[in-house]
């Protein structure tokens, strides 16, 4: 099957997997009492939320920036930020494709080995996973009650993260780990080096390695920790300030924001096109237990979630257009 097929499939299948989880949180609800709360909106308030948006993907295309220059090289600012965006674009399609896309992007348009492109990235993401770690258990440690109320609520969420942890799945953990880790040092040695696709794939490694050490490489740290803290800041303040846009929102205050805001998070890990369904589910599920009535609460996932999107798709798709119009020389 050609590469394009399969890709048409995948989209496929994951837009049905954002539809029916989109379908399975929203059929039991009222339709007309959740249009009723859409129309009670005050829409002025996501024109701050729009602002902070596009402030956190300059932000992420500077990080980023700095982690591709670290050993010396020059990418342009405008690229960086183009790619994010172009990023963010694919994601709705499919997800993690956005990963790819802004990579293969900077190496093409700015001439980058690609495995080290993708090893940034990688650098990238494993300092959001460690902020999103810890903004989840400062939220743990404030709102412990609430979030052993949600996992009461959703038995399934427990179970799962039982399964995740039991002693057969340690064990296969322990077992597939150490035969990937004997693969890798025996490849990284040279000891496969005969057959060419292990060298090809020996030499992907090292380059997308010292992708991730740049971070080592970063010319000033402060500013580097200063746009990861900046960017998660702006993406718990894009969804807090969507509570003024709601009648009794604004009254739980900044602490349930913040676990509205983790749930949220984790929902939107979810294999589907930006989250949908997933996401949703859980802003749901929170709001639900601080008091929210539930038509409310799923107006507020619909539209919250719905102009993120629209507005990922309008900046998607300008740079989409205008990236090859920067790079005409190239």
Not at 95 to 103: A, D, I, K, S, Y
Not at 210 to 239: C, D, E, N, R
Request: glycine share 6%; net charge positive; charged share 15%.
């Amino acid at each position: 099957m050609e590469k394009k097929h399969k890709n048409i499939i995948k989209t496929i299948l994951f837009v049905s997997i954002g539809i029916l989880l989109f379908y399975l949180v929203y059929k039991d609800f009222d339709i007309k009492t959740i249009v009723a709360e859409i129309k009670n909106v005050n829409y002025w308030w996501f024109i701050p939320m729009i602002i902070m948006g596009i402030l956190s993907h300059v932000s992420r295309s500077v990080r980023w920036q700095m982690l591709l220059n670290s050993d010396g090289s020059n990418v342009r600012f405008a690229n960086t930020f183009m790619a994010v965006l172009n990023g963010y674009f694919a994601n709705i399609a499919l997800p993690r494709l956005g990963e790819v896309t802004r990579c293969a992007i900077v190496s093409k348009y700015e001439k980058q080995n690609f495995s080290k492109v993708l090893g940034t990235m990688v650098s990238e993401r494993i300092t959001d996973v460690l902020m999103l770690g810890a903004i989840t258990i400062l939220a743990f440690s404030l709102q412990s009650t609430q979030i052993s109320q949600f996992i009461a609520n959703n038995p399934d969420v427990g179970v799962k993260l039982q399964k995740f942890i039991s002693l057969p799945m340690i064990i296969a953990y322990i077992v597939v780990g150490s035969i990937g880790i004997i693969f890798l040092i025996r490849l990284l040695k040279g000891k496969l080096d005969h057959l060419p696709v292990f060298k090809k794939l020996a030499d992907f490694i090292k380059n997308f390695w010292q992708g991730i050490l740049s971070i080592k490489k970063v010319k000033k740290p402060f500013w580097y920790f200063f746009h990861s803290f900046f960017i998660w800041a702006m993406y718990f303040f894009m969804l807090y300030v969507c509570f003024f846009a709601f009648d009794g929102f604004a009254e739980l205050g900044i602490i349930p924001a913040l676990i509205v805001f983790v749930a949220g998070s984790f929902g939107m890990v979810a294999p589907a096109p930006n989250g949908i369904g997933a996401y949703h589910f859980m802003i749901i599920q929170t709001l639900v237990l601080y008091g929210i009535a539930t038509e409310k609460a799923a107006a507020f996932a619909l539209i919250v979630h719905g102009i993120q999107t629209f507005i990922l798709v309008i900046v998607g798709f300008a740079s989409f257009v205008f990236l090859p119009i920067i790079n005409k020389e190239k």
